[in-house]
């Protein structure tokens, strides 16, 4: 009941795969006519990161083209957009945008057939059917029942893949990094099998080297704090550090002006912090830790920040944020060579799954050796036949260029048919009734 009540006074109460995308505020005074049939522009809006993003967001964008609709995202709250109200206004959406969705939508068919068939490419190779209904169902933004016209399950569709894909998204990226820096040690353990005695120790020393110049770095602080935040408002935006001014600064860096901290314009408050640890031009700092970091002040600052969970911080949220005894802490943030990405358990296993897989890999490279194999024999025995064909022939020809056809055996002539101008006289017993034998009279 409390979290009810918690998301429904917002009036841009919207999942993010909505928030990510809307880069203007809604302004109903403006539209007033029946839309226009005009393209979209190219999408501005930071890419949400998942492989239909283009599709969701000019979607959404056609769809805010619409008066009606916009009146009705303007008052959503979460459960009307969780539970499908929303996508039922569809019915509503003037005719004109609904064809432009029509088209979005077969053009977005178009696009997973080819990547269907990219797929089942891939795949052939080795033998194996596919189910192209089993790859279709990895597919869920669109109902493939019907494949020319955008109805209420597509939206509805839509919305619940784009929820369920975005809440899910940072793990996926958190999982990915791992596996990374896991790679990483396992290379290197690797190449360190390979090495003598000396160059080992020469390669171990020259690691710890570079690991301990990574760890030097000015204090990071706290992100989302406010020795944090007038280091951007100083530094970034030349103000006075002393004057600093909640409102003021999230004004200046709310760079859409939709009133809302999203995601991207969070990540970058905190570039400032992440150049005291990472410098591209560094052998000792990886850019893609530098990626992991960001994305981790990120989620903690949305953590304590974002109440209503909706991955936007609005300015009421970052005006009570800046209120809290927490927020004036002088405490430093905890960076990734501080704390151990994955334990050695992990890496173990991480280390079997790529010894599973080399095993798999080398087995069907086995069996693909052996088909190999099978079809060359199989095409030495065609061409063994068409080579004796083409001798045949070749000797048939010979033969008309050279007398023409032999004549055939005489046990073949004698039955022979009769040619014309060639008649024999008949035997005995096949003389004509009245004709005199010979010699008689």
């Not at 709310?254 to 990472?278: P, Q, R």
């Amino acid at each position: 009941m409390l979290q009810s009540k918690a998301v429904a006074p917002c009036g841009l109460v919207l999942l993010s795969l909505w928030l990510c995308i809307q880069s203007v505020p809604i302004n109903m005074d403006k539209v007033k006519t029946a839309p226009k049939q005009d393209k979209l522009d190219p999408p501005q809006s930071a890419d949400t990161g998942l492989h239909y993003d283009r599709y969701l967001r000019e979607v959404i964008e056609y769809l805010e083209k619409d008066p009606h609709f916009k009146e009705k995202l303007k008052n959503a709250n979460m459960d009307d957009i969780k539970e499908g109200r929303l996508a039922e206004e569809l019915g509503f959406v003037h005719h004109n945008l609904r064809t432009k969705l029509d088209e979005l939508k077969r053009d977005e068919m178009n696009r997973l057939r080819m990547l269907i068939k990219a797929k089942h490419d891939l795949k052939e190779g080795n033998g194996n059917t596919i189910d192209h209904q089993s790859l279709l169902k990895q597919f869920d933004h669109l109902n493939h029942g019907n494949q020319d016209t955008f109805e209420v399950e597509d939206l509805d569709r839509l919305i619940k893949s784009a929820t369920h894909d975005l809440e899910n998204y940072d793990k996926d990226r958190h999982d990915d990094f791992k596996k990374y820096e896991m790679m990483k040690e396992h290379e290197r353990r690797e190449r360190l099998k390979n090495m003598s005695e000396a160059d080992r120790k020469k390669e171990e020393q020259h690691y710890e080297e570079m690991r301990k110049k990574h760890a030097n770095h000015p204090k990071v602080n706290h992100p989302g704090s406010e020795d944090q935040f007038r280091e951007v408002w100083h530094e970034g935006d030349g103000m006075d550090p002393e004057d600093f001014n909640p409102k003021t600064f999230f004004n200046m860096h709310d760079t859409n002006g939709d009133g809302f901290f999203d995601e991207n314009e969070l990540e970058a408050l905190f570039t400032k912090e992440l150049e005291k640890v990472y410098d591209p031009k560094n052998e000792e700092d990886d850019m893609l830790e530098m990626e992991e970091e960001r994305l981790r002040m990120r989620e903690h600052v949305m953590n304590e920040v974002d109440t209503n969970k909706d991955r936007l911080v609005s300015m009421s949220e970052f005006i009570e944020a800046t209120k809290k005894e927490a927020f004036h802490e002088k405490s430093e943030w905890e960076t990734l060579e501080q704390g151990p990405v994955y334990t050695e358990e992990e890496l173990r296993q991480f280390e079997q799954h790529l010894a599973n897989e080399a095993t798999d890999i080398n087995k069907k490279s086995v069996e693909l050796e052996k088909q190999r194999e099978d079809l060359d024999k199989r095409q030495e025995e065609l061409d063994a036949k068409r080579l004796g064909l083409k001798q045949a022939i070749e000797d048939m020809e010979r033969a008309k260029t050279h007398g023409g056809i032999k004549e055939a055996p005489a046990a073949e002539a004698q039955h022979a048919p009769d040619a014309p101008g060639n008649i024999h006289p008949p035997p005995p017993s096949h003389q004509q009734h009245g004709v005199p034998a010979p010699g008689h009279s």
